[in-house]
């Protein structure tokens, strides 16, 4: 009995401690924000900012990142301004947070959190989780959890990883990688596969851009260098289709890049890659090769 209580006293002050990390900012305007917690994030709903018949994009950056890293100060800005959807950030504020280490505590947290809005009437198919690098992971374990805590009775609308996180094999255990079975759809965006990403973090559709293993335009002489301007190229890009006025992005259904730069792709199925693509009837990989300079969205699918 003494054995049980002090497990269920440890798994409280593990989540109670990592709800007081999070802080969930609702972008009401481009300048204008309410800040929430786990507990109160519910009240969204009675925000007059807050449409009820939006999706929302919540956004979980990754580690090592705040909401000054040009990158994702460039994407929040993209949806803040955007205004088809509601639009949240996860925030902390220490920088350590975001850590495998804190992962599963923190995707507890959000779970929580969704549940409880899921529980006051907003519609989990509405919503849909976007997450960078070990971001991305976070997401998609607080799906899952929102799943299995509540008997799959709310099931997250959309899932994207953009260049989920490498974890390990370990970390891939204990935290989880991306999969179909996290949400209604779940895609994921590869840039850099060799030391940063994880090209194993796939869902129903997967985006390899470039070849997904490093970016032609991150030439640096620090290999370090070189796989974070690879690993980061994945919210530039998305942050270009956020701020786009029709779909951008064309790929090709393809098994390789090798295929797909030898145009044995070329008559595939297409699909654009970014905010737009709503189309849940994707399969499989998807190939796209973008221009050396922003604008990185090229006219054509073809190589």
């Given at each position: 009995?003494?054995?049980?209580?002090?497990?269920?006293?440890?798994?409280f002050?593990?989540?109670?401690?990592?709800?007081?990390?999070?802080?969930?900012?609702f972008?009401?305007?481009?300048?204008?924000?309410?800040?929430?917690?786990?507990?109160?994030?519910?009240?969204?709903?009675?925000?007059q900012f807050?449409?009820?018949?939006?999706?929302t994009?919540l956004?979980?950056?990754?580690?090592?990142?705040?909401?000054?890293?040009?990158?994702?100060?460039?994407?929040?800005?993209?949806?803040?301004?955007?205004?088809?959807f509601?639009?949240?950030v996860?925030?902390?504020?220490?920088?350590?947070?975001?850590?495998?280490?804190?992962?599963?505590?923190?995707?507890?947290?959000?779970?929580?959190?969704?549940?409880?809005?899921?529980?006051?009437?907003?519609s989990?198919?509405?919503?849909?989780?976007?997450?960078?690098?070990?971001?991305?992971?976070?997401?998609?374990?607080?799906?899952?959890?929102?799943?299995?805590?509540?008997s799959?009775?709310?099931?997250?609308?959309?899932?994207?990883?953009?260049?989920?996180?490498?974890?390990?094999?370990?970390?891939?255990?204990?935290?989880?990688?991306?999969s179909?079975?996290?949400?209604?759809?779940?895609?994921?965006i590869?840039?850099?596969?060799?030391?940063?990403?994880?090209?194993?973090?796939?869902?129903?559709?997967?985006?390899?851009v470039?070849?997904?293993?490093?970016?032609?335009?991150?030439?640096?002489?620090?290999?370090?260098?070189?796989?974070?301007?690879?690993?980061?190229?994945?919210?530039?890009?998305?942050a270009?289709?956020?701020r786009?006025?029709?779909?951008?992005?064309?790929?090709?259904?393809?098994?390789?890049?090798?295929?797909?730069?030898?145009?044995?792709?070329?008559?595939?199925?297409?699909?654009?890659?970014?905010?737009?693509?709503?189309?849940?009837?994707?399969?499989?990989?998807?190939?796209?090769?973008?221009?050396?300079?922003?604008?990185w969205?090229?006219?054509?699918?073809?190589?």
């Amino acid at each position: 009995m003494l054995g049980k209580s002090l497990v269920l006293f440890f798994a409280f002050f593990a989540l109670a401690h990592a709800d007081g990390r999070l802080r969930f900012i609702f972008y009401e305007t481009p300048t204008s924000t309410t800040e929430y917690n786990v507990i109160n994030f519910h009240t969204i709903l009675n925000n007059q900012f807050f449409n009820r018949n939006r999706h929302t994009v919540l956004f979980h950056y990754g580690e090592g990142q705040t909401l000054a890293t040009p990158q994702v100060h460039d994407l929040v800005s993209s949806y803040a301004s955007n205004g088809n959807f509601n639009y949240v950030v996860i925030h902390y504020d220490s920088l350590g947070t975001i850590s495998t280490g804190n992962a599963n505590d923190l995707a507890e947290g959000i779970s929580t959190a969704l549940i409880n809005l899921f529980d006051n009437g907003y519609s989990s198919g509405q919503m849909d989780l976007l997450g960078f690098g070990l971001g991305a992971q976070i997401q998609a374990r607080a799906s899952r959890r929102v799943q299995a805590r509540t008997s799959r009775r709310h099931v997250i609308g959309r899932l994207t990883g953009l260049d989920p996180w490498g974890l390990g094999p370990i970390n891939s255990i204990t935290i989880g990688t991306l999969s179909s079975a996290d949400a209604q759809w779940v895609e994921s965006i590869h840039t850099e596969g060799n030391q940063r990403g994880d090209l194993e973090s796939n869902g129903h559709v997967s985006f390899f851009v470039n070849g997904g293993v490093a970016q032609p335009m991150c030439n640096q002489a620090l290999p370090t260098a070189r796989w974070d301007c690879s690993h980061i190229f994945a919210l530039s890009i998305w942050a270009e289709s956020v701020r786009a006025t029709s779909p951008v992005f064309a790929s090709l259904s393809c098994d390789t890049w090798e295929q797909f730069t030898a145009g044995a792709c070329n008559n595939n199925q297409i699909a654009h890659m970014g905010r737009s693509n709503a189309s849940s009837n994707l399969r499989g990989p998807f190939f796209l090769a973008t221009n050396m300079q922003s604008p990185w969205s090229r006219n054509q699918a073809q190589p």
